[in-house]
């Protein structure tokens, strides 16, 4: 039986990778920050089946004790602090995690098992102001934010442990990847829970930021899979993970309101813009200043042929059954919310 460690295992893609690896019989181990209340995250539902070891990305220490109690054959480095926008907030906390974090796990590897198996969890934020369309493995990197500048560092440090000391480390370079699970600040989410809201008649409107930003979006569960093949190949490699789509936030928008029967009438452009509900002439959607970054990546868009052909990877969730899942299951979800506040 295969022993794997993922760090980031409470988080959207450690909870699915968890999942599939337990499927596929491995015995997990996952790491978790030590918090004032015990909060699973994503993983309460397996919580039994997985062994929980107390560790932070900052503290080496804390990560070889991960690695001597998990034995790990395979370690998946997913934690994060993942917010683009906090990482202006709090620019070392994002280095510190992202950055040196890598390193710290990089080296409990070669302490205890630097037979294992590595994956990092790069981004296609580190393409930033894209210097081409689509992106690939070959694009030059133009980060914009300090998480895309720490996540940078990560992915290299990655490749020059794998070229000084022949580890198997690999970077997946993952486009935007969203699901029931995303965190409620990313935009996806935001989005589906207030569409959830006002349906159910609990809120008027959602404030966002920059409308006409492009991303190049696909469901977690899917891309987990491809994390899991590349550690399965007989060279270690980076490969990107995208779906050669790119959409506006706006055209998010309009694919969320349309799935719960709303049509959004586009009015007015920048600040100002703002979205009715066509059938009784309410807005919905509003803009606010407060959302935009201080640098933005307009767009991104990724070929991911390179994992077709090597590792078989192929998406099985398009867009729209993205956008309705999420929806639907936000409706559950605030539908609940309002049996239990009508019974108090
Ligand atoms: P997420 O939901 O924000 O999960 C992040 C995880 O990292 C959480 O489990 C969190 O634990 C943990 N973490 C944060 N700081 C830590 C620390 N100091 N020590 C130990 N654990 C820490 O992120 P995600 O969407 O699943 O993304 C997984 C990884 O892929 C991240 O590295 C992210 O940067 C990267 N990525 C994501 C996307 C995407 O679109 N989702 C695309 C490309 C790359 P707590 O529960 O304690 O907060
Ligand atoms: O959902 P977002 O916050 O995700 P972002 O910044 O693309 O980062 C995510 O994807 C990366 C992969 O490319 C990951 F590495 C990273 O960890 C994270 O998972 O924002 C998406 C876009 C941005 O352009 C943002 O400016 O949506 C725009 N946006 C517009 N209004 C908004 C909002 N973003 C947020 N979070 N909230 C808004 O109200």
Redesign the pocket.
Request: aromatic share 4%; charged share 25%.
């Given at each position: 039986m295969k022993h794997a460690l993922i760090?980031?295992?409470?988080?959207?893609?450690?909870s699915y990778l968890a999942e599939l690896l337990l499927e596929k019989g491995y015995e997990v181990y996952g790491?978790?920050?030590r918090?004032s209340v015990v909060?699973y995250?994503n993983v309460g539902h397996i919580k039994d089946k997985v062994h929980f070891i107390y560790?932070?990305?900052?503290d080496l220490v804390s990560l070889v004790n991960a690695m001597r109690i998990s034995q790990a054959d395979e370690v998946y480095n997913?934690?994060?602090?993942?917010?683009v926008a906090t990482s202006w907030e709090q620019p070392i906390a994002t280095a510190d995690?992202?950055a040196i974090?890598v390193t710290n796990m990089l080296e409990a590897i070669r302490t205890v098992k630097p037979e294992s198996h590595f994956y990092q969890?790069?981004?296609?934020?580190m393409f930033g102001l894209v210097q081409e369309m689509p992106q690939t493995e070959k694009t030059p990197f133009y980060p914009r934010s300090p998480y895309g500048v720490a996540?940078l560092y990560g992915h290299w440090i990655t490749k020059n442990y794998r070229e000084s000391y022949d580890m198997f480390a690999c970077s997946g370079i993952?486009?935007?990847?969203?699901s029931e699970r995303?965190?409620k600040e990313f935009v996806t989410r935001k989005i589906t829970d207030a569409v959830a809201r006002i349906k159910l008649g609990v809120q008027d409107y959602v404030e966002l930021g920059n409308m006409d930003s492009k991303r190049d979006w696909g469901h977690?569960k899917d891309y987990v899979r491809a994390m899991w093949l590349m550690l399965q190949q007989e060279k270690p490699d980076d490969y990107v993970i995208a779906t050669n789509e790119t959409r506006t936030v706006r055209e998010f928008v309009e694919t969320a309101f349309t799935h719960v029967g709303i049509k959004v009438e586009w009015r007015g452009y920048g600040v100002d813009e703002v979205g009715i509900n066509k059938e009784n002439g309410s807005i919905i959607v509003k803009v606010n200043k407060q959302f935009f970054r201080p640098a933005e990546v307009d767009v991104l868009l990724g070929n991911p042929k390179k994992a077709d052909t090597e590792l078989k990877w192929v998406r099985e969730i398009p867009f729209r059954e993205l956008v309705t899942r999420m929806v639907d299951n936000d409706m559950s979800l605030v539908a609940e919310e309002i049996k239990i506040a009508n019974l108090k």
């Open positions: 760090t980031g295992i409470t988080g959207q893609d450690g790491i978790m920050r918090k909060d995250g560790a932070d990305m900052t997913l934690a994060a602090q993942s917010f995690i992202d974090g969890a790069s981004t296609s934020e996540k993952l486009f935007n990847h969203e995303r965190g977690s």
